[in-house]
Nanobody, 125 residues
Framework: QVRLAESGGELVQAGGSLRLTCTASGRAVGNYDVGWFRQAPDKEREFVAAIRWNGADTFYAETAEGRFVISRDNSKNTVYLQMNSLKPEHKDIYYC??????????????????WGQGTQVTVSS
């Protein structure tokens, strides 16, 4: 099975950018669709973006569309989330998750079977 590790989260000023990285090990990330989710304390984990196993399609939550970009480099076993024009409300723990290729339900977290430990993103005003 695949193991995932997120990195790149940090404190950034409002209006700034971050690039989160999801690094896979154990099994090639190219075997999986990958999604990014976010979670605040005492709230449900919610969908941010996802990318098909071969990079052919990407999917975004409405709040991420036009601001975040998901991409992948299967040769490096990595998936990225470029986050631009950040606002304080983007503060959360961000998780990457993987699932066997599937045609739909990109936003449903129960379709993802492998999760990383998360990386904290904080945006100061």
């Amino acid at each position: 099975q695949v193991r995932l590790a997120e990195s790149g989260g940090e404190l950034v000023q409002a209006g700034g950018s971050l690039r989160l990285t999801c690094t896979a090990s154990g099994r090639a990330v190219g075997n999986y669709d990958v999604g990014w989710f976010r979670q605040a304390p005492d709230k449900e984990r919610e969908f941010v973006a996802a990318i098909r196993w071969n990079g052919a399609d990407t999917f975004y939550a409405e709040t991420a569309e036009g601001r975040f970009v998901i991409s992948r480099d299967n040769s490096k076993n990595t998936v990225y989330l470029q986050m631009n024009s950040l606002k304080p409300e983007h503060k959360d723990i961000y998780y990457c998750a993987a699932r066997s290729p599937h045609r739909e339900s990109w936003h449903k977290r129960n379709y993802y079977h492998f999760w990383g430990q998360g990386t904290q993103v904080t945006v100061s005003s």
